[in-house]
């Protein structure tokens, strides 16, 4: 589509013969954006880009919709879930094909301007009501109908731009058709209830899609703080371990309980926690300043929230009321986290080693090892977050050292110290640790550094 663009800027005059051989295959850098490409070349202005979009609509939309026809899958997986059949309480879903030509119309003035950098941006988050369950905690963050399709065609449009404006150095050309899905259809942004009229995004439901404790913001200032950190690599591989480094490092579990008024102390918001605030950090008036997040099922969220900017598609598994996200390569190559706070676990936090934060994933073999549905419930329970404290296990983080060094001037056994029963009791068993030679090498690492007296300045 791109090279359309170019040759119509060229006969409208907007752009000379001399740019336009310069453009013309266009040379920008695999991931620059091409609306800062052409401003800050010096070939066009933000305001000729602006009027060469309003009166040119239909030629736009001619390139978008056969672009989309072209690649079939993509436009397919493109659903929305609209109120037009009480047969369908959670919204009948509409393929891209069987749009109106104004919905489709909206969705390809969306992709221009957000190609061109010319899109007003979106609110950090949409306005809401929140719909409590019987306890008092929030079940969903509802938005109404026409906030709920603004903020979807937005992120669709964005995801189309990454790939078409090569921003990221994988495509979507590849992806299976459930992936695509997991990217475009309106129900893995949220679920339309009929009965209130509103898009609710849901923590979890055990037979509806969930969504994790996270509201959506804008996909372009996401993906630009991603950019800006640099947190995008060349692989999604890369990305992800980079992503999981800023969230060990950033993210902050947040206190007490599910309801809309703990949530505006904390993010000055009722419904789920907005990405972008999580980005920005809020301050709390008793906790202060932090990243905070709602836990696993907000950090998965939040994964899901950011990655899916860059085109990288994540699923919210529960086991045990907890949430692990669930990265989707193919069907070979499925790769999960043992719990969504294992990222940010206490035992790493402060004055430790860093681990490489690919090394908390596990891929589908172990997953089904661990949870398998049909293992005693109490051992699937036992395994949630257990890679973060095998890892432990393997660095021994400075919070382990002090509890070692407390065992010791208490003449504590191993069986009955702290580090084993607050810590490694119900995930990993202690004759596991013995075999490992767990309690030698805390010996042997705590002389290293100089003694009990040096661990517990840390």
């Known amino acids: 589509m791109i090279p359309d ?51 040119n609509q239909d030629f736009l939309f001619g390139l978008f919709d056969e672009w989309l026809n072209k690649y079939s899958n993509l436009a397919n997986a493109i659903i929305w879930r609209a109120n037009d059949s009480k047969k369908h309480p959670n919204g009948v879903p509409f393929e891209y094909k069987l749009w109106s030509e104004d919905k489709k119309r909206q969705l390809s003035t969306a992709f221009w301007n957000s190609l061109m950098d010319i899109l007003t941006g979106l609110n950090e988050a949409p306005n809401c009501t929140v719909n409590l369950s019987d306890d008092g905690k929030v079940y969903s963050t509802d938005l109404k109908p026409d906030d709920a399709w603004n903020y979807y065609i937005r992120y669709v449009a964005h995801s189309i731009r990454v790939e078409i404006d090569r921003l990221v150095h994988w495509s979507i050309s590849r992806y299976n058709q459930s992936q695509l899905e997991f990217l475009f259809d309106s129900r893995t942004f949220f679920e339309y209830f009929e009965s209130r009229n509103v898009y609710s995004i849901l923590r979890w439901d055990e037979s509806l ?8 913001g804008d996909p372009a200032r996401v993906y630009d703080f991603l950019d800006k950190e640099k947190l995008i690599g060349m692989t999604r ?108 676990n206490s035992l790493y936090k402060h004055n430790t080693p860093k681990f490489i934060p690919l090394e908390l994933i596990i891929d589908h073999y172990k997953f089904d090892e661990w949870f398998n549905e049909k293992l005693p419930s109490e051992v699937i329970c036992n395994n949630v977050g257990r890679k973060a404290l095998e ?68």
Not at 29 to 48: A, I, M, P, Q, S
Not at 301 to 308: A, D, E, Q, W
Not at 433 to 450: E, H, P, V
């Open 209 to 216: 899609f969930s969504h994790g404790s996270v509201t959506m």
């Open 237 to 344: 591989w890369g990305t992800i371990g980079r992503f999981l480094g800023w969230c060990r490092d950033e993210l902050y579990h947040f206190d007490g309980k599910d309801t809309p008024e703990n949530y505006q102390k904390h993010w000055q918001y009722q419904g789920y926690p907005p990405v972008e605030r999580i980005f920005s950090g809020t301050t709390h008036p008793d906790l202060g300043f932090q990243h905070f997040t709602t836990g696993c099922f907000g950090t998965t969220g939040f994964l899901r929230n950011v990655l899916r900017t860059i085109n990288v598609p994540v699923l919210l598994e529960e086991k045990c009321g907890h949430a692990m996200p669930h990265f989707v390569y193919d069907k070979t190559h499925e790769f999960y986290l043992s719990h969504g706070d294992d990222p940010y």
């Open 5 to 55: 663009l170019i040759n119509k800027l060229y006969k409208n005059e907007l752009i000379s013969k001399k740019d336009f051989e310069t453009l013309s295959p266009l040379k920008k850098d695999y991931d620059r954006k091409l609306g800062n490409f052409l401003v800050d070349g010096g070939y066009l202005t933000k305001e000729d880009l602006k009027i060469f979009s309003n009166e």
């Open 391 to 458: 890892l432990a296990v393997e660095y021994i983080p400075n919070e382990i050292l002090k509890m070692y060094c407390d065992d010791v001037s208490k003449g504590k056994k191993e069986e009955d110290g702290r580090i084993y029963n607050e810590i490694f009791r119900d995930h990993i068993p202690l004759a596991e640790l013995k075999a490992f030679g767990f309690w030698d090498r805390l010996k042997n690492k705590t002389q290293s550094l100089g003694g009990c007296e040096y661990i517990i300045k840390l």
